[in-house]
């Protein structure tokens, strides 16, 4: 059974910055082959993607986060990372991180909130 832990999250004015960190346990849950991505869920509207990377390290970013956000991995530590840089209010949400393509309806962990406002 895979647990999903989310942290770094905050409150920042428009411009800053934060580091999102998540972390990944659980057996057979092979975390360093497994595409990883980091959703958002802000309120009144439906989770969306952000960004994912592959298990070798790959990236890929929704449009309104290129340049601003940068996801990493660390296969040894089974960690997940989303700096975010250039913050604006429109990021502010529940940020989350699971497998890439995860069901609406499967396990998610208890997300790290991100509030972006002057």
């Known amino acids: 059974q895979v647990q999903l832990v989310e942290s770094g999250g905050g409150s920042v004015q428009p411009g800053g910055s934060l580091r999102l960190s998540c972390s990944a346990s659980?057996?057979?849950?092979?975390?360093?082959?497994?595409?990883m991505a980091w959703y958002r869920q802000a309120p009144g509207k439906a989770r969306e993607l952000v960004a994912y990377?592959?298990?070798?390290?790959?990236?890929t970013y929704t449009d309104s986060v290129k340049g601003r956000f940068t996801i990493s991995r660390d296969n040894a530590k089974n960690m997940l990372y989303l700096e975010m840089n250039s913050l604006k209010p429109e990021d502010t949400a529940v940020y989350y991180c699971?497998?890439?393509?995860?069901?609406?309806?499967?396990?998610w962990g208890q997300g790290t909130q991100v509030t972006v406002s002057s």
């Open positions: 699971n497998t890439w393509g995860a069901s609406t309806t499967g396990y």
């Open positions: 659980g057996s057979a849950f092979f975390f360093s082959i497994r595409r």
């Open positions: 990377i592959s298990g070798g390290g790959s990236t």
